[in-house]
């Protein structure tokens, strides 16, 4: 003989493992968003200049040809907080706790 079970959202129901239904949806939102990548990519093409990119990220759009960056020092900056984190990391692993604690 079989038996009935509870429904799956039930509050009384004792089955708390969600991680399959939560990995569906992922799935789903991943699924629709290729699907809207492609359709786009199809309809409209690449509408991007890679050499409009370069001149932005270089500064010369205007043909001002200076030594200053400020797009690309940007970019190169920002991973500049977590190598410091990773060095005082590395630190607090090689030498004394208190010292690094005060700087972390």
């Not at 493992?17 to 699907?35: D, H, Q, T």
């Not at 786009?40 to 050499?51: A, F, H, S």
Request: hydrophobic share 55%; glycine share 6%; net charge positive.
């Amino acid at each position: 003989m079989s038996q009935t079970k509870g429904l799956t959202f039930f509050l009384g129901f004792r089955f708390r493992n969600f991680s399959g239904l939560i990995n569906w949806a992922f799935l789903l939102l991943f699924m629709g968003s290729v699907r809207l990548f492609l359709e786009n990519l199809i309809k409209y093409g690449i509408r991007v200049d890679p050499q409009q990119w370069f001149t932005v990220l270089l500064d010369d759009a205007a043909g001002r040809h200076h030594h200053f960056h400020p797009s690309l020092i940007l970019l190169i900056f920002t991973s500049v907080p977590v190598m410091f984190c990773l060095l005082i990391e590395k630190g607090l692993h090689q030498v004394s706790l208190v010292c690094f604690l005060v700087l972390h």
